[in-house]
């Protein structure tokens, strides 16, 4: 049975800044691309970033390039994503996930690509 268990979220005041954690068991964590999604109350699943298997690619949306960074320690079997500069419209349950095929060449953005969700934490920012 393979878990994501994230953290991290809260309130915080536009231009600040929060951290989230995702930390994955039941499976190898080192072979599957992991993302992280979002979803505002009426809206759509997005995609917010991604991180290759190896960690040696990552892909943005582009609402949130250059103020968020996406990261993998393999050894923690954990993923972040670092959000700084936040924005009111970055409002929204912030998922991570695990990609369904292992050792993919390229970051997918499809959450149909991705099989395994964590329960989703909250991150609200005020202006």
């Known amino acids: 049975q393979v878990q994501l268990v994230e953290s991290g979220g809260g309130l915080v005041q536009a231009g600040g800044s929060l951290r989230l954690s995702c930390t994955a068991s039941g499976r190898t964590f080192s072979s599957y691309a992991m993302g992280w999604f979002r979803q505002a109350p009426g809206k759509e699943r997005d995609f917010v970033a991604g991180i290759r298997w190896s960690g040696g690619s990552t892909y943005y949306a582009d609402s949130v390039k250059g103020r968020f960074t996406i990261s993998r320690d393999n050894a923690k079997n954990t993923v972040y994503l670092q959000m700084n500069s936040l924005k009111p419209e970055d409002t929204a349950v912030y998922y991570c996930?695990?990609?369904?095929?292992?050792?993919?060449?390229?970051?997918?953005?499809?959450?149909?690509?991705?099989?395994?969700w964590g329960q989703g934490t909250q991150v609200t920012v005020s202006s």
């Open positions: 996930a695990a990609d369904k095929i292992p050792l993919r060449v390229v970051v997918t953005t499809q959450p149909g690509e991705y099989d395994y």
